[in-house]
């Protein structure tokens, strides 16, 4: 079965520090995974696409990883800014279904 | 501005009530969808449309029935409203279902809250 699960829940950290989230999937065939992030109150909005062949990209403090031996992906956010407190949701598209999307992990930054 | 709207962007309703929310999109997108976030956040796509044709229809109550008069529109009708239907509703677009062009742009949400 096609599931995509998503660590932490949720988390807090300092405005400044790093930190990474953890995307797992069991989907086959893989087409590709994005990330999104959903502000409070509004909706969500991609960060970044990663296809079978790309094992990293970057979009400004935003890194996303792809293993897609592992089928695991990663969100790694340097220098977080309060700004930066969202929930982040890992989509992942079969290649002949729909996309799939993850449970989110909620992020805080605190100053 | 080009973007996916909806409306209302809150909506109050006693229980038994009938309601309906709009969608529009001018990305110029042939694949609409609609989506409900529970109270725990999780996305769960109910219909998608794709050039006003119905492409998926999950496990939804026959009460919600959408309607796409057109490819820029997605509407969904809440016949018969329960208090298990309170959430945020989720209008989106994108180019197409294949995989290229499945970036998904999202509106901004319509609260639904039943009494």
Redesign the interface.
């Known amino acids: 079965k096609n599931q995509v699960e998503q660590s932490p829940q949720s988390l807090i950290i300092l405005e400044g520090k790093n930190c990474t989230l953890q995307c797992n999937y069991t989907v086959s065939p893989f087409?590709?995974l994005?990330w999104y992030k959903?502000d409070t109150?509004?909706?969500?909005?991609?960060l970044t696409?990663m296809t079978f062949s790309e094992n990293t990209k970057s979009n400004g403090r935003y890194t996303a990883t792809l293993d897609a031996d592992t089928k695991q992906s990663s969100l790694h956010i340097t220098a977080s800014q309060l700004s930066d407190s969202a929930?982040y949701?890992c989509v992942v598209?079969p290649?002949y279904d729909?996309?799939i999307?993850g449970?989110?992990t909620?992020l805080s930054v605190i100053p | 501005d080009t973007a996916v709207s909806q409306t209302p962007k809150y909506l109050v309703t006693q229980m038994g009530n009938d309601k309906s929310i709009k969608c529009e999109q001018n990305l110029g997108h042939d694949t609409m969808y609609w989506y409900k976030q529970d109270s725990k956040k999780f996305l769960k796509i109910m219909f998608s449309y794709n050039n006003k044709e119905l492409i998926i229809n999950e496990t939804v109550p026959n009460r919600f029935s959408p309607k796409s008069p057109d490819k820029a529109h997605l509407n969904l009708h809440i016949n018969s409203l329960e208090l298990g239907d309170s959430a945020v509703y989720f209008c989106a677009s994108s180019l197409g279902t294949s995989s290229r062009y499945n970036e998904q742009f999202f509106g901004p949400g319509t609260r639904l809250t039943v009494l």
Do not use: D, W
């Open positions: 087409s590709n994005r959903q109150g509004r909706g969500p909005v991609s696409i929930s949701i598209k290649s729909k996309v999307f449970p989110g909620s």
